[in-house]
């Protein structure tokens, strides 16, 4: 039976469309059962919407208003998924750091997707970190999630050349590319992995 797969957002949400996409195969191991996003006008969201996808919000800036800490907001993330049914979690541009008390609830249940080979360049701007760094090749990797940020361990990486004359944004774009052709195979490759 499919899996049924919950993918954070917070933006453009094209990795989300990539699996999505590829979970409308028969033989894919998931079912995207929700989309949630921690901005109500993430530009994935509508895309989740459009194909029938159930979308949630929980919506930071209302959070950050009503006075909530990073755990009664986590809270709140915790139970949107387990409302909806969520086995499984697909970090996707989701830009929150997570409270160790979530990560523990999802640990072994949920993978993330960074532009870099990590251990390479973990944290903001990878891309950036890369091509600062001179390094000839970088690229993206999934992972499994664990408390310390861009850690836990590697499902996939895929490698992109670093060009001369690339600019953050034409790497960004391969490795995005990349991002696309390798978050739909490691997550399958998560998913045999969980009980
Ligand atoms: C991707 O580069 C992903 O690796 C990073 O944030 C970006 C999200 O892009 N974590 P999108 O929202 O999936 O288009």
Redesign the pocket.
Known sequence: MKKRVGIL??????????LVEAARAADYPAEIALVLSSKPD???LSFARGVGIATAVVDQAQARRDGLDREAYDALLHKALTEARIEFVC?????RILSDGFVAKWQGRMV????SLLPAFRGLH??KQALDAGVPVSG?TVHFVVPELDAGPVVAQAEVPVLPGDTVESL?AR??DA?HRTYPDALRKALAQVP
Not at 91 to 95: I, N, P, Q, Y
Not at 112 to 115: D, R, V
């Open positions: 957002i917070s933006g453009r949400g094209s990795n989300m469309r990539a993430a530009e994935g970090l996707a541009g989701f830009m993330n997707i960074h532009p990878p891309q993206c960004s490795i995005l991002e």
